[in-house]
T-cell receptor, first 110, second 114 residues
Framework: RKEVEQDPGPFNVPEGATVAFNCTYSNSASQSFFWYRQDCRKEPKLLMS???SGNEDGRFTAQLNRASQYISLLIRDSKLSDSATYLCVVTQTGANNLFFGTGTRLTVIP | GAGVSQSPRYKVAKRGQDVALRCDPI?????LFWYQQALGQGPEFLTY????????KSGLPSDRFFAERPEGSVSTLKIQRTQQEDSAVYLC????????????FGSGTRLTVV
């Protein structure tokens, strides 16, 4: 069983739409949580960290539910430039590396 | 340079050939990681260095994979006797600290084994 599970999509949404991605993680000792963005043929880049209290960065809102081991990302007012793969990422106590989900591919259509 | 630099950008190897992939981390970053990303998948951890010490190599898929960072800066990932299943993008990341924040990834080396 993978450490982080995501729906791979693809999600095709019109400009201006609101879209939500979810992921689940298997290890209850998971420590830190992130969403990364990866453009086609590019490296992953940190989009935002995720906190239990929920956090917002402009049109992006991330939420963590530790009890359900569930992480979400909400994108409001989608732009064409939001088209990318969104990777759910966790760290675990005792390990230095990142654990990545498969990624969810988003295409925003004009 | 300002970022993590990887070379070559692309590598085509014949099955059975040995390859060496290079990573130049951000100057002063103590932690260096290698990840393997197969097509349509997320990156998978291979190995981790803190300075010159290889503290975790649990993700290396076989003994054909070997990594080193002899002076605590540049790192090389070597794959011996390449197989088709080794075809992937190999990503290097560095961090000023061991924790999960502050990672910077390089652009990766796309390895194709034919």
């Amino acid at each position: 069983r993978k450490e982080v599970e995501q729906d791979p999509g693809p999600f095709n949404v019109p400009e201006g739409a609101t879209v939500a991605f979810n992921c689940t993680y298997s290890n209850s000792a998971s420590q830190s949580f992130f969403w990364y963005r990866q453009d086609c043929r590019k490296e992953p880049k940190l989009l935002m960290s995720v906190y239990s209290s929920g956090n917002e960065d402009g049109r992006f809102t991330a939420q963590l539910n530790r009890a359900s081991q569930y992480i979400s990302l909400l994108i409001r007012d989608s732009k064409l430039s939001d088209s990318a793969t969104y990777l759910c990422v966790v760290t675990q106590t005792g390990a230095n590396n990142l654990f990545f989900g498969t990624g969810t591919r988003l295409t925003v259509i004009p | 340079g300002a970022g993590v630099s990887q070379s070559p950008r692309y590598k085509v190897a014949k099955r059975g050939q040995d390859v060496a992939l290079r990573c130049d981390p951000i100057s002063g970053h103590v932690s260096l990681f290698w990840y393997q990303q197969a097509l349509g998948q997320g990156p998978e951890f291979l190995t981790y260095f803190q300075n010159e010490a290889q503290l975790d190599k649990s993700g290396l898929p076989s003994d054909r994979f070997f990594a080193e960072r002899p002076e605590g800066s540049v790192s090389t990932l070597k794959i011996q006797r390449t197989q088709q299943e080794d075809s992937a993008v190999y990503l290097c990341a560095s961090s000023p600290e061991p924790t999960g924040s502050g990672y910077t990834f390089g652009s990766g080396t796309r390895l194709t084994v034919v």
